[in-house]
């Protein structure tokens, strides 16, 4: 199980991700301030027992901006999904985590890589870190 808050757990999520090169990235990107980010993220993180071989990682906005790259988010909670080809979702969901599980069980390798959102989450948190 790989949960990592990116705010108090870069160095280990940098270290994780280095060592895991193919594991698949759920990203959550929040706000502290968002009732709706505060209600969804007992959730989000309780899906690392469902994908024990994803890194689930969430993203205060505020705290981590880097991680962002040049994007700006609109929505609450907006989420990026990466697998070792590249970007296979990024934009907001509804907060209904059985949105996500769906989702994330459709994901494949053959998924189609998207142009969208901030980049490689990996290279972006090793440049953080």
Not at 99 to 110: A, D, F, K, M
């Amino acid at each position: 199980m790989a949960l990592f808050n990116a705010q108090h757990d870069l160095p280990a999520l940098a270290a994780h991700l280095q060592a895991t090169p193919n594991a698949l990235l759920i990203a959550c990107f929040c706000a502290q301030w968002c009732k709706t980010c505060q209600q969804y993220q007992p959730a989000f993180e309780a899906l690392a027992t469902q994908f024990p071989q994803a890194c689930l990682i969430w993203i205060d906005i505020e705290e981590q901006p880097e991680l962002l790259g040049e994007e700006d988010i609109e929505d609450f909670p907006t989420l990026l999904i990466q697998n070792e080809n590249g970007t296979v979702f990024y934009g907001p969901m509804l907060p209904h985590i059985e949105h996500l599980t769906r989702l994330v069980h459709s994901i494949s390798e053959r998924s189609p890589v998207l142009n969208t959102g901030p980049g490689d989450l990996r290279a972006l948190v090793a440049a953080a870190a």
